[in-house]
């Protein structure tokens, strides 16, 4: 069999069975996006790299190289946010062509560093390869975070709520936009979605409020898309859910450019990915406080998009004609196999 | 400018004046082979990262899929060991073309988590992406050290001692071999010298009994080559240096695949590049204390090779026949720009 055949995510269920049983100072290990590592000073550290491939992640006709170092510095810290923690230090590998121009590199390091610097994190060594065809970009980021204020993807129960951060799809429209010249929006609304794709912001300052509120059950950020995403926490917990795609927060700009595109931005919200929010799972009674610790942290506001059920109840879209459908089908992207299904 | 003019070496001397100063809890950062970061419990965190590149680093050809994983533990793993650390936790990233076979990941891994465990450490994390054309993998590996057990390249004074530990030159025979089929050497000494380039050893144990003994005043991993890296050693030291070739430790087997290629083996010790073997300066009142400590340890035994000078004698190199010329030329490796010069 070949990774073209299997997919990303079925070569981590192999090595996962393949690999020796991770240690005890290991509270989070191989399948997670951060592992995270029990230290003798009693805090979390936590670890995460994510690898980013020249014309499978980004295109250097559609981002300039300051934007892709800062994406790639939010593309981690985001899932620094989601544990409840705090980066610290970065190491960057570059994989880059000969012909490489030297101001490219300058400035995908400025981006990169402004982004880490902005949520106090350093950049601190990594190194630099040739290669003969495309740019490869890997960062790696340690973390913090006190031991109860750990976030994970497992503890959401059913009667939960389910929140999300922020505003979903933008991410979506600003690559469509990217892609169909032809489309008329406005520049406000065109300048929104395409930031939003580009240089998206983490959630540090939510994350840590959220940790540190002790209201949220689980919680982990929207990269692969709100219904992917949410099938890894419900995954995690042993629940399911239901999503009110009326509830979900929608930006102005996002439907603006989705008329344009003659589609209904609940897609793009359900499933267009890279969105880099919260989303999490809270008791009822929580709620208030919730919102509370958000505003005092000067962070987004989060908004309730649906609740957890019993597992057996799977997950389930509630669409805004009523009908009720199960999530299935275009819900996620596997690098190596394309949209794959729930 | 571009990548190919300017090379790896340039791009990191113009990042390290770019990029903004490395705050207290960085000891060492940007520039370093390991960034040593201060942590509460008093202890240093090491991380490193080291990324291959399929053509660049590796052929299939040459190497099989559990050799590769080995090897790019041990690559890094080097590096821990050159700080006097122990190694703790890794996180690989890869980039796998649709074609690869899921076996070939499989055993990729095994060798990677087979070379971590015999070193104590643990595979934690990581990520898989396609990529179009080449392999590419990238590890991390995070580690630990006492502070006062702590390696820096910095910290030779003149009339110091020079010394390596293992043999010099294994590697680069056992690549020239691969290369060309047509050598008749002994079994043994293909084994060897094949092994050697394939399936390196980190002196892990070496390391840290040499970080321990108190009488090793700066020491580096051989990566580069020999004289490449003593040029690192004396640069960030302040210093000069003398490297005796009749005192390279060189193995019988590396010098009889060098009699079949008609070569000096001396030039392969000097220049040959992958050895991951140590080199560092001590007092000579210190060298009965490191000897032992290596054989208490059940290391490998280290060889003096020369000597510490000031720095405005440079770098030389006494030849067996007595003369002594500077070292310039064919010293090292740059991946933009092939061989370099001192």
Known sequence: MRMGELGEFGMIERLKRLLPAQPVDVVLGIGDDVAVLRTPGGDCLLATCDIQVENIHFRTAEITAHQ??????????????????????????????????????????????????????????????RIEAVLVIDLFVIGRVAEKALMRRSGARPGDLLLVTGTLGDSRAGLELLQHHAWRVSAAARQRVVNAHQTPAARLREGRALGESGGVRAMLDVSDGLLADCAHLCEASGVGAEIVVERLPVSPACREVAAAAGVDPGDWAL????????????????????????QRAGGVPARVIGRVLPREERIRVRWPDGTVRPAAGHVGWDHFRGEREA
């Not at 409840?84 to 012909?99: D, K, R, T």
């Not at 499933?271 to 958000?294: K, M, N, Q, T, V």
Request: glycine fraction near 10%; hydrophobic fraction near 50%.
């Open 271 to 294: 499933a267009g990915g890279e969105d880099y929010e919260l989303l999490f799972a809270s008791a009822p009674e929580s709620e208030a406080a919730i919102h509370r610790a958000l």
């Open 68 to 129: 892709l170092g800062r994406r790639l510095a939010a593309v981690n810290l985001s899932d620094i946010a989601a544990m409840g923690g705090s980066p610290l230090w970065a190491l960057a590998s570059l994989a880059l062509p000969q012909a490489t121009p030297v101001a490219f590199v300058e400035d995908l390091f400025r981006g990169l560093t402004e982004e880490l610097g902005a949520a106090q994190a350093v950049l601190v060594g990594g190194n630099l390869s």
